[in-house]
């Protein structure tokens, strides 16, 4: 039985017509990230219920982590740790580049795109 009236759901909950009927106090539907197209919006606003969510939300992590897989690429590191886990150190062939000085393409119009080049 739901009391508080709010459901919070991540991009893997479905809220299906027949949860949100199910839920009789229901009020408020929040998604934690980007997007709705996970909950039912027609059922929802027909009993109803307001829909939000939380664009940005992941956004921090998710430039914080393309930055990271560019440089683990530029320095080769994946490379590097399967040759390590495989009982070898073959330091030389696995220097990489160093990202500075270089010049970056960023391609995209959302937050991801503006955070990733403000940290690049």
């Known amino acids: 039985m739901l009391l508080c009236g709010v459901l919070l759901v991540r991009s893997?909950?479905?809220v299906t017509r027949e949860v949100i009927e199910a839920a009789k106090n229901l009020k408020l539907?929040?998604?934690?990230?980007?997007g709705v197209d996970n909950i039912d919006l027609a059922?929802?606003?027909e009993h109803g219920i307001i829909v939000v969510n939380a664009p940005d939300g992941n956004t921090n992590s998710a430039a914080e982590h393309t930055?990271?897989?560019?440089?683990s690429l530029a320095r080769h590191i994946p490379q590097a740790f399967n040759t390590l886990?495989?009982?070898k150190w073959d330091r030389k062939s696995y220097v990489g580049v160093e990202?500075?000085?270089?010049?970056?393409?960023?391609?995209?119009?959302?937050r991801i795109r503006v955070e990733v080049a403000y940290r690049a």
Do not use: E, Y
């Open 67 to 71: 930055i990271a897989m560019m440089t």
């Open 85 to 87: 886990k495989n009982g």
């Open 99 to 110: 990202p500075k000085n270089k010049t970056l393409g960023v391609v995209g119009f959302g």
């Open 43 to 45: 059922a929802a606003t």
């Open 12 to 14: 893997q909950t479905t």
């Open 29 to 34: 539907i929040g998604r934690a990230g980007v």
